[in-house]
């Protein structure tokens, strides 16, 4: 085993998580292209990067391509049930500094954290802002040393514009999350996949002629209710924004307000980045037999507290998947402790389009690396050319060919005096 400095749930657990890693591997050949790349021209030479990240076999590849391109890494995990404890192990083994193992406490997860943090980061990836949180309120003493972050879901981000807004953010930061390559494929058809796969291992429910409640229509939300409505169920959709509940409209959705779909729903499954999306008056309101679960990045979309103050009984029948009997007798079924059910339950995205999120992570890794110091200190968006050269590389492994603009196309396009 190395001599890194880690805490993980077992260190025999390496050689499962290595076959695990070999499978990701062999299905995310963008980010292995970058990663040859790196191993030549040591982009990340001498920078020490930390990680906040759930540690998935996917994640374990893009930890290994910063690690080829020169740089230092320490990693912990952004949720306390999305570690897999197999492939932290391998990790470790791999020579990556890892503190984070499944189930951490609260206290235990602000642990390894700061212990990311003690490696005097240049630079920070985040998945939810924490630790840029933690950066800028416990740990100030470490700004200095921080060229940029990044930061890839939309919570962190929507945290990290608040911040800019603020004034309150001390260095620059890439929203990784905005790119395209990442935000329509990852949060759409990641999520999709991802969260029928935690909600099926959960329950084992028939999805077909069910009705499905997908709260927010945002990129994650159009994947569920696509996905959703693929499987056979009828799909509902609340929204707080009129553009997006149009557009579920027009895609063929019901679109109405959560008190009037609560007692509609068969499943409920939270994607705001919001909280407090399913509270107590919702929770009266559900038949009997709802199944609630969140797909957002935080535990505060639907509000376990109020579900857990109705409840008559509870009882665990098997992991993630918890049984409250109200008062009434009714019961209602809660996934994973309202975290993220794809991640609590099954194995996050699949590995084809995480290949394109984690190619963008590492390429904006190297253009921190390279532009950082001149950056101003406030949310970037991810270079146009980073954008561009993922789609290229995810195409070509893809087998798929494009057109090219010839040279009179290209003129016709940058001028205005041409009419018709």
């Known amino acids: 085993m190395s001599d890194v400095e880690f805490k993980v749930k077992d260190e025999k657990l390496a050689k499962e998580g290595a076959l695990r890693m070999d499978w990701a591997r062999a299905h995310m050949p963008v980010l292995d292209s970058v990663k040859k790349r790196f191993e030549r021209e040591k982009p990340l030479a001498g920078k020490r990067v930390a990680c906040c990240l759930h540690v998935t076999k996917e994640t374990a590849i893009l930890m290994e391509t910063l690690k080829a391109g020169g740089a230092s890494v320490a990693l912990c995990g952004s949720n306390p049930l999305s570690t897999q404890d197999d492939v932290a192990a391998a990790l470790v083994k791999e020579g990556i500094s890892v503190f984070a193992w499944r189930g951490v406490t609260n206290e235990e997860y602000y642990w390894c954290l700061n212990k990311v943090l003690d490696t005097k980061p240049h630079m920070t990836i985040d998945d939810g ?14 700004l200095s040393n921080v060229l940029g972050g990044q930061e ?9 514009r608040a911040m ?13 999350n905005d790119a395209k390559t990442k935000m329509m494929f990852d949060n759409r058809y990641g999520t999709g996949s991802s969260t029928i796969d935690g909600i099926m291992r959960a329950t084992s429910v028939l999805l077909a002629g069910k009705t499905f409640v997908v709260a927010g229509y945002g990129w994650c939300g159009r994947g569920l209710a696509m996905r959703a409505k693929g499987m056979g169920s009828e799909v509902i959709i609340t929204e707080i924004d009129p553009t997006k509940a149009l557009e579920a409209k027009m895609d063929g959705f019901r679109v109405m307000p959560m008190d009037e779909a609560a007692p ?4 409920f499954v939270t994607a705001t980045g919001c909280r407090d ?8 309101k559900m038949k009997d037999g709802a199944i609630c679960a969140n797909t957002g ?3 505060v979309e639907v509000n376990g507290k109020d579900l857990y103050a109705l409840a008559k009984s509870r009882r665990t029948l098997k992991p993630n998947l918890e049984e409250i009997t109200l008062a009434n007798g009714r019961k209602i079924y809660f996934l994973g402790e309202g975290r993220l059910i794809n991640l609590a339950a099954a ?7 995480m290949d394109m999120s984690f190619s963008d992570q590492a390429l904006c890794a190297e253009y921190i690396a390279k532009k950082g110091a001149t950056l101003s200190k406030k949310v970037h968006e991810v270079d146009e050319g980073i954008d561009a050269e993922v789609a ?6 893809m087998g798929a060919k494009i057109d090219v603009l010839t040279a009179e196309q290209k003129k016709y396009l940058e001028s205005w005096n041409e009419g018709t």
């Open 264 to 267: 509609l729903g068969d499943i």
């Open 392 to 397: 290229r590389l995810k195409l070509a492994s």
């Open 152 to 160: 890839e879901t939309t919570t962190g981000v929507i945290r990290l």
């Open 347 to 353: 194995e996050g995205h699949p590995s084809e389009v």
């Open 164 to 176: 800019a807004k603020d004034g309150a953010l001390k260095y620059p930061v890439i929203a990784v």
């Open 129 to 142: 802002a924490d630790l840029i949180n933690t950066l800028h309120s416990k740990r100030t003493e470490l």
């Open 277 to 284: 999306v399913l509270v107590k008056r919702h929770f009266e």
């Open 297 to 299: 990045h935080f535990d």
